[in-house]
């Protein structure tokens, strides 16, 4: 296995159903399972096993593709969070959606999250998101005229970020930034052949690599 990859396994219809993802040593990362019917997703679990992120994230969605449920266990399968998404609702132009987050204590979490979408000419739409009342993160996302997201920006209050853009071979071209671990990830995946290449890089405060 190549280090720093990506093995992704496929149905007989070409859809995924299993991804495997690899540090640059060769060891694994983590591993995702998605039961699906067709090109339908009705749940994912992904077991992340490195030691700093030893958790099982199971997520639930519904025939919309709409997301229901998540669940956060730890490396002893045990519970440490569960959430029960709303289904959207107006307010204004906006989609509203909000999720009740209750941890291994008891103590509940509540994230309200507003879509605003712009004119389908123009393709992008932004997503805000609050947790119990405070800045969480902010997606921005441009689409084609088939209403496919072409690309994205996920960035979060603590600096962290997601970046993803599909060129027009369907090759996608993803850039990450974790800032708890100042790890920057670049992935690049192939649509025609399933391949991935995986790089991770670790950067000090001041931006010089390790």
Do not use: C
Request: a negative charge; zero cysteines.
């Amino acid at each position: 296995m190549p280090t720093g990859s990506t093995l992704l396994i496929y149905d007989p219809e070409g859809y995924s159903l299993e991804e495997y993802h690899y540090e640059e040593d060769g060891s694994l990362h983590s591993h995702t399972k998605y039961t699906r019917k067709a090109w339908r997703v009705y749940r994912t679990e992904t077991d992340s096993v490195i030691p700093s992120e030893n958790r099982t994230f199971v997520q639930s969605f519904n025939s919309d593709g709409l997301v229901t449920g998540t669940e956060t266990y730890d490396g002893s399968r045990s519970l440490i969070s569960n959430s029960k998404n709303d289904f959207p609702s107006k307010r204004g132009g906006a989609v509203v959606s909000t999720s009740k987050e209750e941890n291994g204590d008891g103590g509940v979490s509540t994230t309200e999250t507003i879509d605003e979408s712009a004119d389908p000419a123009i393709g992008l739409s932004r997503q805000t998101t609050t947790k119990d009342g405070k800045p969480y993160y902010d997606w921005l996302i441009q689409r084609d005229t088939s209403g496919k997201p072409v690309t994205d920006a996920l960035t979060f209050v603590d600096g962290s970020f997601s970046e993803r853009e599909v060129k027009p071979d369907s090759t996608t071209i993803e850039h990450k930034y974790w800032a708890p671990t100042k790890t920057h990830t670049y992935q690049t995946t192939d649509a025609n052949s399933g391949s991935s290449q995986r790089l991770a890089e670790r950067l000090h405060e001041d931006n010089i690599p390790i």
